[in-house]
């Protein structure tokens, strides 16, 4: 019923996936084991997902586990090709209830759990290549020659 239900309330039936566009590809380039040992050596206690790996396991192993999980997050093209395997996004559901004994589905609210890896993947994916591209933008990107369209009041 549950699943039912978020799958009603979060599926838009007319959407179509936008057009690829040409981004900041050039600059990234692959993820190096270093990279990977700070990654997992730094993850905090965490709910599993679908994996079931949990984090205490991957930072105790980080020494063993950077260079082959290199590799993988290297030959997925994840990074250089922007797109992010459909594994990656595969998520565990728990309903949480909003209210202290709810009757109907809307009662409660869907929190989603992705893989531990693929939450610290996006993480330094976000701090290495989002973050630095909006301090610094390409010039054909200068905010002198953007237009933007709000349609709040402030």
Known sequence: MLNDYYAAISTDRSYQEPALKSTALDRICCVTEIEVFYIL??????????????????????????????QLFNQSDSVAAGIVPRQWKAAMITPVPKVNEPIQPSGFRPISITPV???????????????????????ELHPSTLIFISQSPF
């Open 41 to 70: 050596d730094h993850l905090r206690p965490t709910a599993t997902g679908l994996a079931g790996v949990p984090a205490w396991f991957l930072r105790l192993g980080a020494p063993l586990f950077a260079a082959p999980l290199a």
């Open 117 to 139: 890896l693929s939450r610290a993947f996006e993480r330094h994916v976000v701090k290495s290549y989002i973050y630095p591209a909006l301090k610094a933008p390409p010039p």
